[in-house]
């Protein structure tokens, strides 16, 4: 090839490969063989990380409703539970307030953790509580990464920090572990939680069935879940006294984290979070503002199962409309998607708020007295083991019963019943039914996705899929089993429905008791290692609601699945390593690389300051300046000391009413004027007393009266 | 006097300018020129709860050097500007509904002895419109009225209907345009033969059909949003002064690409999203 063309051709290639989606391969980070430690009994290590992320990322999981964070209400935190025994065998349990769990994590985390601590990916399970106001730009596929929330794009600096985060998290638990006593149990939780997809779910055959405890004054809806929250509680010795104390626990319960309004414009953990620390300051009641006591509340199969928020407070999306102005006589018209008022929003994300709470409480509540009632029961033996797969689905399609070709369906645009997108209902020229609403199945469609509605596929069949939409999702599945005494839980990555999860157990514990583990339950921990959206049983995949739509390989994923983990189930084993092939190299494609996380662009951050206080109503406002623009609220260390701000009552207790990590309690970024951060704050518990706001050993201000409402 | 402050302190203002390029200049379904033509304008609006007062102005420049018995306003040799429109505009919102009532001062800059559109040419129209927005068909209709040199009525119907609107960043938006002129008045008036006409007879002058595509370029939170837009439109001509394209040439049938950017700053354009 002579010169010019040549020298063209390079020069198109290398824009190309810029403008093309980022790919990554990432190693397998196995465990090395456990080293029989000095201490013969059970030990138990907590830690506790702050993964708050500065605004300007995008909260994941709401796709295009998805909002840029603003601020902050009740921060993001990675909790840790290292276990170990006196084989060496060390497990790690990792509950992030993440919206999606990422391979991409997993993988780097246990890179790290496999040489500092012994815990590889074949040890380490990050599991996240799904929570809807969390950061994005860190999975694992480039269709979550550009399209998971309204403002797109992978960044490495996200997954560099949760990486070191969570990493340094589990460090910490290790250096935390100690001798421990256990204890599993649970408890029915109603009326918190209800199933989304009715229509669905009764196609399954047989037809589900509530349990006999469920309350016969229930809707449907209500009692055909699966109330169960599952706990292990764990004490610690206290190395002073030499006796055990509470701890904390780790909990398993199905129940989607949106209990915020997609509108929602703030990083916040939602009702797992207040879960987490109800029951966290019921065990440490005298705690400041990070209690020691640490509640890893994961999610179980809750694919198909939102939190009893009311309709209420589920925003409008946006509309597709002209803008109304300047669109003089022979200018063309502009398009626009109009955001609902603000007045709405306010409305529905405070009746959002309010079902927060009451859930949350509701929760919480069960969780304490499940947490004390465990105290009795309490036992130092609790034997473990572990089983680890990486499934390679587009390779393996056929061995494990799958489609070759990843797809999602009308229905998944459309968004589930906790968030629609902006695009439900849409008909091509307000007439033609393209498939954009809840339970759009495609009968006639012979093939391995068959009843899968998918774009375009009426016109051009597999290829808008195949171009623009297979190659943006997962390739991999990480499978976990792990047997905690008398329970095996299989770690899954994706979102498993009531009836989907219900055989997966009933296939786990069959397949482990015929191996011969003397076990009592099997649960199912959703949102583990990875993300690959729904798994519906192939019943509720031919309705095609958002759950079935989203099950991205076909009808057999929820039968792969539960023959995976029955297998993991009977080959479970400690003390050894795993061969290289449980955790083969990946190679993602992750999206578009883009700067999203805020970098520090101020070198000299003067002290904080209070600009004006003052109170409308109920609500405290304050206008700050607090450090750079582009700072983690936790830039150094694990957790904060203490509190960015305060809110104390003006008399001579000075009594603290409301600090930063408070449901109340809005931290949102007004402007990054000169490199700094300045803020505005909002409390909304306010009731007709004087208050200051304080910087903690910074200033006080001026004291503000609040007048009852 | 307070009621006065207190609406001034709900106003809204907000601008947009517009850079466009097209293949040929269309203007009430007549061709005026038929080469690359640049039209950049201006409008100011201040936008007081549902009423709103807007003005603008936008200039048709030709781009193309312009050989004798073409289609031109600038006429032969031209390569530069070749009229200037102003226009101001009351308009009300009632729900999806918007009621427009305006004026427009039309200036021709050509050169008449070489075949284009000069001062001569310079007139006035005055028109309201109604137009309803939805999430589908966004159908207007105006009646014009030439107040100065054609002295007569034209109706002029159009919708615009949104196929596809991409919900991620950038935004995009795919549409549909149609539109029909219809000639009550501006055709050759027998009573008073010397008078100006625009149109040949009364009837259907066009219709035309369009489609286009709108990218959100940028979005500056809180202030404003850039557009790039871009599409083909056709139109099948009717009324013989449609068809005109040149002298002594006639196409009932017309095809051009157009482009545009468009900047719009206040009002609903602040909006976060």
Redesign the interface.
């Known amino acids: 090839m002579s010169g010019r063309p040549a020298v063209l051709l390079s020069a198109v290639a290398v824009l190309l490969a810029a403008c093309g989606p980022t790919r990554l391969h990432v190693p397998g980070a196995l465990s090395p063989t456990p080293k029989p430690g000095a201490e013969p009994s059970l030990q138990a290590g907590f830690a506790r990380v702050d993964i708050t992320p500065p605004p300007g990322v995008g909260l994941a999981g709401n796709g295009p409703e998805g909002a840029e964070a603003r601020g902050y209400r009740l921060r993001l935190y990675a909790r840790v539970l290292v276990l170990a025994d006196g084989g060496g065998n060390r497990l790690a349990l990792v509950v992030a307030d993440l919206p999606l769990s990422s391979a991409l994590l997993h993988r780097r985390v246990a890179e790290l953790t496999r040489r500092t601590d012994g815990i590889g990916a074949d040890r380490l399970v990050i599991a996240v509580t799904h929570t809807h106001a969390g950061p994005g730009h860190f999975f694992e596929a480039a269709g979550y990464n550009d399209q998971g929330s309204s403002v797109v794009g992978f960044d490495p600096v996200m997954v560099d920090s949760l990486t070191a985060r969570i990493a340094r998290a589990i460090h910490a638990a290790v250096a935390d572990l100690r001798p421990a006593r256990v204890a599993w149990g649970s408890r029915a939780v109603w009326g918190a939680t209800r199933i989304r997809s009715l229509p669905a779910m009764l196609r399954n055959i047989p037809l589900p069935s509530a349990p006999a405890d469920a309350p016969t004054g229930l809707p449907q809806e209500y009692r055909l879940v699966d109330p169960e929250l599952a706990m292990l509680r764990v004490d610690q010795r206290d190395p002073a006294s030499g006796a055990f104390r509470p701890a904390g626990a780790f909990s398993i319960f199905a129940m989607h984290g949106t209990g915020n309004a997609p509108s929602n414009d703030l990083l916040d953990a939602d009702i797992h979070g207040l879960v987490e620390r109800r029951l966290e300051r019921h065990i440490d009641r005298d705690g400041g503002f990070v209690p020691r006591a640490v509640y890893l509340f994961a999610n179980g199969a809750e694919g198909d199962v939102s939190p009893a928020w009311p309709p209420q407070s589920r925003c409008d999306v946006p509309t597709l409309t002209t803008l109304p102005a300047l669109d003089g006589p022979f200018t063309r018209t502009l398009w626009q998607w109009r955001l609902p008022t603000a007045t709405h929003l306010a409305s529905c994300q405070h009746a959002a708020r309010q079902a927060i709470a009451i859930i949350g409480k509701n929760v919480g509540d069960s969780a304490v007295a499940l947490f004390d009632a465990l105290g009795a029961v309490l036992s130092d033996r609790l034997e473990m083991g572990r089983a680890f797969a990486t499934l390679s689905l587009r390779d393996s399609a056929r061995a494990l019963g799958i489609c070759p070709e990843p797809a999602v369906g009308m229905s998944t645009l459309v968004g589930a019943d906790d968030a629609h997108t902006r695009v439900q209902g849409w008909r091509l020229f307000g007439v033609c039914d393209i498939g954009l609403e809840q339970g759009s199945p495609n009968p006639d469609v012979p093939g391995c996705q068959a009843h899968k509605r998918k774009l375009l596929d009426g016109w051009f069949g597999d290829l808008p899929n195949r171009l623009s939409v297979s190659g943006t999702l997962p390739s991999y599945a990480q499978v976990t089993v792990l047997r905690l005494g008398s329970r095996v839980i299989g770690a899954v990555p994706g979102e498993v429905t009531t009836t989907a999860g219900s055989r997966m157990r009933e296939q786990m514990l069959a397949s482990a008791r015929k191996a011969g583990l003397p076990v009592s339950a099997a649960l199912i921990l959703g949102h583990a290692d990875g993300y690959m959206e729904y798994i519906t049983t192939a019943e509720e995949y031919t309705a095609q609601y958002y759950e079935g739509a989203s099950t991205l390989y076909g009808p057999g994923e929820a039968a792969m699945f539960g023959r995976t983990l029955a297998r993991l189930a009977a080959s479970l084993s400690a003390g050894d390593s795993l061969p290289a092939a449980a955790a083969p190299p990946l190679e993602l494609v992750v999206g578009h690389q883009r700067h999203v996380v805020p970098r520090n662009s101020s070198t000299r951050v003067p002290p904080p300051r209070i600009e004006r206080v003052w109170c409308s109503a109920d609500t405290l406002y304050a206008w700050l300046q607090l450090g750079a623009a582009g700072e983690w609220p936790v830039s150094t260390g694990d957790v904060a000391a203490g509190p960015r701000v305060e809110v104390v009552v003006d008399d001579p207790t000075r009594a603290v009413v409301s600090w930063d990590d408070d449901p109340a309690l809005e931290l949102r970024l007004r402007s990054r004027h000169g490199g700094l951060g300045w803020w505005e704050l909002r409390w909304s518990g306010a009731s007709g007393r004087t208050y200051r706001v304080r910087i903690p050993g910074v200033v006080d201000s001026d004291p503000v009266s609040c007048s009852t409402p | 006097m307070l009621y006065v402050l207190l609406c001034l302190t709900a106003a809204q203002f ?3 300018t ?1 850079l ?1 390029a097209g293949g040929r200049y269309v ?1 009430h379904g007549i061709s005026r020129a038929a080469g690359l033509v640049a ?1 950049p ?1 201006l ?3 201040l ?1 007081i709860h549902r009423f ?1 007062l ?1 003005s ?1 102005a ?1 200039l048709h420049y030709e781009l193309d050097r312009v050989s004798a018995g073409e289609l031109s306003e600038t006429g032969a040799g031209g390569r530069q500007l070749g009229e200037e ?1 102003f ?1 101001g ?1 009351a ?1 009300l ?1 009632v729900g999806p509904t ?1 009621l427009n009532a ?1 004026v ?1 001062r039309y200036g021709f800059r050509g050169d008449p002895s070489t075949g284009g559109l000069g001062p001569a040419r310079n007139t006035t129209e005055v ?1 309201a419109a109604l137009s309803i ?6 159908p207007s209709l105006e009646a014009w009225w030439d107040v100065e040199r054609v002295r007569g009525a034209f109706l002029h119907a159009a919708f ?4 596809l ?1 991409w ?3 950038p ?1 995009a ?1 795919a ?3 149609g539109d029909m002129g219809l000639n009550v008045g501006q055709g050759p008036n027998p009573a008073r033969p010397g008078e100006l006409a625009n149109f040949a007879g009364r009837g259907i002058t066009h219709i035309g059909l369009g489609v ?1 595509a ?1 990218v959100r370029a940028r979005r500056v939170s809180g202030i404003g949003w850039a ?1 790039l ?1 871009f599409g083909v439109r056709s139109q099948l001509n009717l009324d013989d002064a449609t068809r005109v394209n040149g002298t002594g040439r006639n196409r009932d049938f017309l095809a051009w690409l157009w482009t ?1 950017i ?1 900047v ?1 700053v206040g ?3 602040r ?3």
């Open positions: 907000s601008a947009r517009d466009s203007w039209q304008s409008a100011v609006g936008r709103s807007e603008g936008v429109d226009w505009r308009s919102l918007r305006g427009v028109y927005s939805s999430s589908y068909l966004n615009d209907l949104p196929v609107g919900p991620f960043p935004y938006f549409f549909v345009q286009g709108d557009t837009a545009g468009t719009v009002g609903e354009a909006e976060r999203r």
